[in-house]
């Protein structure tokens, strides 16, 4: 059950606020902010005919990349707009698959957040992506 969270995967899980992100709803999302990772299951109706994930679903999934590596606003707020967004599908999740994008901060700048991610499911890498944001905080740290 995804309300469960992916207790079998090592590390620091708490489930976030971020649901209903796009026309597939992707969540819950886990986020484990230390390590830079964020993760969800599969459910059906994130998948296609064949029962592999839509790609549309998992662009929505990797657009959250900023939210894993990003400190929160004094606001509290997350909200970094995409700016560009690469993935590359390499693998078809199927449903109840769990994914673990390992986010990687980049670059930020006063304007722009960088970052590029891997998908896995288990130790099958299914996705890359990278992308830039707006720096809502406007702080530049690397």
């Known amino acids: 059950m995804a309300d469960d969270g992916p207790k079998h995967i090592a590390g620091n899980w708490q489930l976030t606020e971020v649901t209903n992100t796009g026309a597939w709803s992707v969540g819950p999302i886990w986020l484990d902010r230390p390590t830079g990772r964020y ?81 896995t499911v288990g130790e099958r890498v299914v996705a890359r992506s990278h992308a830039i944001y707006s720096n809502t905080q406007r702080k530049a740290s690397q």
């Open 39 to 119: 993760a969800m299951k599969v459910e059906p109706h994130h998948c296609n005919a064949v029962g592999a994930m839509n790609g549309g679903a998992m662009a929505t999934f990797v657009d959250g990349q900023a939210f894993a590596v990003c400190e929160r606003a004094a606001d509290g707020s997350d909200h970094t707009p995409t700016i560009s967004l690469h993935v590359d599908f390499m693998a078809p999740p199927k449903t109840g698959d769990w994914l673990v994008a390992d986010v990687t901060l980049v670059k930020t700048t006063k304007s722009m957040i960088f970052t590029q991610a891997l998908v």
